[in-house]
């Protein structure tokens, strides 16, 4: 079993829709990353939490400790976001940067 | 804005050559990781490391595997004898500006490595 499950695997939306990409992990964290791949492969770190919850534009991510559980929001959502979204996770007790990744939530917004 | 740069971009190697990746992570970072991702599959840790030592490192990083920081700027990979396995987007990444400071990654771009 993955230790880090991402829902949707792949998600279609129209431009202005709401998104929800979803995170569940079964170890105990020291902190939870999302991070976006471009399709050209770069990656760029979205938030870092550990708890509660972040927003950074249009971008929300929150978390709960006791369910375990991540989700990542877009709001009016824009053809610019499609990208793969990733969730990984640091395990309590384990150095900085040895991150449990998820499979990845392939998001295309069409226009 | 501070970006961690990795060079080259591409590199096609043959089986048994040596490589080396090169990284170069934001100038005050104390903290350096890479990552390998096999095409179609998850990114996965190869090594963190940390006050010019190894803090950490996974099963994929064994003594084909090496890693230095030899003049305070660059940080390599390099893999001593190649095989078609190797072939992945290696990115680098760094954080931390502080000693203990647990905060979130930059990373660079990927090297595109090819083993034929």
């Known amino acids: 079993k993955n230790e880090v499950e991402q829902s949707p695997q792949n998600l279609t939306a129209q431009e202005g829709e709401f998104i929800t990409i979803n995170c569940s992990y079964s170890v105990g964290i020291s902190a939870l990353h999302w991070l976006q791949q471009h399709p050209g492969g770069g990656i760029v770190s979205l938030f870092m939490l550990s708890s509660g919850k972040k927003k950074h534009g249009r971008l929300i991510a929150t978390i709960n400790i006791q369910e375990k559980h991540s989700s990542l929001h877009i709001t009016a959502s824009h053809p610019r976001d499609s990208a793969v979204y990733i969730c990984a996770v640091g395990r309590y007790g384990g150095s900085q940067g040895n991150l449990i990744f998820g499979k990845g939530t392939k998001l295309s917004v069409k226009p | 804005e501070p970006e961690v740069t990795q060079t080259p971009s591409h590199q096609v190697t043959q089986m048994g050559q040596e490589v080396i990746l090169r990284c170069v992570p934001i100038s005050n970072h104390l903290y350096f990781y890479w990552y390998r991702q096999i095409l179609g599959q998850k990114v996965e840790f190869l090594v963190s490391f940390y006050n010019n030592e190894i803090s950490e490192k996974s099963e994929i990083f064994d003594d084909q595997f090496s890693v230095e920081r030899p003049d305070g700027s660059n940080f390599t990979l390099k893999i001593r004898s190649t095989k078609l396995e190797d072939s992945a987007m290696y990115f680098c990444?760094?954080?931390?500006?502080?000693?203990?400071?647990?905060?979130?990654?930059?990373f660079g771009q990927g090297t595109r490595l090819t083993v034929v």
């Open positions: 990444a760094s954080s931390g500006r502080w000693s203990g400071a647990n905060t979130e990654a930059f």
